[in-house]
Structure formats: C-alpha cells, structure tokens
C-alpha cells in the first residue's frame, strides 16, 4: 500500500506570494491533518480534514487554509507568505474516528523556503 | 497553560544498552500518549500508542509506561542498535483526536 505522498517536496518562495501544498493519503484514509516543524517551534497543529469538512484548527492566522476533495486528497494554501513561514509542512492521514484512528501517518513533507 | 517536556534534547549511549526517553506533560489529562520516531528529512513514524488506562505496552524492543499520576510516560529501546540514531517525539491528543500536541523531541545517538 502506498504511504502518504506529498507535493513538492521543496518549494522557494518570496514574501507576499502565495503557495498551495498537495497531499495524497493513504488509500482507505479519510482523514488529513496538516501539521507545521520548523526548529524552533516543533511540531504544531494547523488542521484537520475528514470527509471534506474541516473539523479542527490550529492557532494559525486566516493565511492558512486548507480544502479536502471527495477522494480524500487535500490541499492547504498560505497567502501573503512572511518569512517566518519557512518551515517543513507535513500531512498526516488517519483511518479517521473510530479504533485505529488516532494513529497518524505522515508524508515526507514540503519543505517550504521563503525569501 | 499545557506543556510537554521531553527530557533532554540528545541522549548519546553504546550499542546494546538500554536507551530510555522521558516525556512529562503539564495541565494535560490526555486520552492517549504516543510516540513517533523522526530521520532527517521526513515525516515521523508512529512507533507506539497506550491509552490512559495502560500500564504498559510492548512491541518488539520498544516498551512503554505511562504514569497518569507522575504525568509522565518513559520509552525504553532494549538492545539499542545504531539504526534506532533518530529523534525520538512524544505526542499526546489536543482533546480531539488527530490534533496532537507533540514534545520537542529527543535525539537519540546509538555509538557502535
């Protein structure tokens, strides 16, 4: 079974620009949590998806957003892009609530560079 | 506010000996405790899962306890090789299930 694929895997960046991230679960998956790892901070919550609804939120500013399509892919979307954006993004996909769903699987992640 | 500390940010030991891991948690009554194992460059691997109601849980060389009284939970790799070299995350649920609050980490370093 293929794990959870992201896309790209690296992108540059300048400030004020927008950038959309790609995420492909693992097939049977319906939930997709995004999750933003910069040294800093770690690991932090941005959002979760589960049948094409956005069930929770991180405390990210409205810049962040994301989207679930009907066969589970997800997108998340940064506008006006700040340097401190710049930061590995990871998606997480889960069987989604039930037994077994709280274990996450993650993609290799985007690693995202703003100038 | 909740906080999880992880004990210390490297932890370097000799191949074969017995690599523990701390994490303690603050204004936390977590569901569940999990950890997940990171390489440079991707995304972290669920290790193990155990529940409020655990003791302990064992898979392989991996086992752990979690002390919901102490608020800690300690993660022990048995006969450590230098492959198990990675940082090492402790995760506890957000109050909703797939929203993990994780710990900084702790980088494991096993010497030949």
């Known amino acids: 079974k293929a794990g959870v694929t992201q896309t790209p895997r690296y992108l540059i960046k300048t400030r004020g620009q927008q950038v959309t991230l790609s995420c492909s679960p693992i097939?049977?998956?319906?939930?997709v949590s995004w999750y933003q790892q910069t040294p800093g901070q770690g690991l932090q919550f941005l959002f979760e998806?589960?049948?094409?609804?956005?069930?929770n939120k991180g405390n990210f500013p409205g810049r962040f957003s994301g989207r679930q399509f009907s066969n589970s892919r997800s997108e998340m979307n940064v506008s006006t892009l700040e340097l401190g954006d710049s930061a590995l993004y990871l998606c997480?996909?889960?069987?989604?609530?039930?037994?077994?769903?709280?274990?996450?699987?993650f993609g290799s992640g985007t690693q995202l560079s703003v100038l | 506010s909740q906080k999880i500390e992880q004990n210390s940010e490297a932890l370097n030991i000799q191949e074969g000996k017995t690599a523990t891991l701390t994490c303690n948690y603050t204004?936390?009554?977590?569901?569940?405790l999990q950890w997940y194992r990171q390489d440079p460059g991707r995304g972290p691997v669920f290790l193990l899962l155990?529940?409020?109601?655990?003791k302990e849980k064992r898979k392989e060389r991996l086992k752990v306890t979690f002390d919901t009284t102490l608020k800690q939970s300690l993660f022990h790799i048995t006969a450590s090789q230098p492959a198990d070299s990675a940082t090492y995350l402790c995760?506890?649920?957000?109050?909703?299930?797939?929203?993990?609050?994780f710990g900084s980490g702790t980088q494991l370093t096993v010497l030949p």
């Open positions: 997480a996909s889960s069987l989604g609530p039930g037994t077994e769903g709280e274990k996450l699987f």
């Open positions: 995760a506890l649920d957000g109050g909703s299930a797939r929203q993990l609050t």
């Open positions: 155990i529940r409020e109601n655990e």
């Open positions: 097939s049977g998956h319906r939930s």
């Open positions: 998806y589960f049948s094409e609804t956005q069930r």
């Open positions: 204004n936390y009554s977590p569901a569940y």
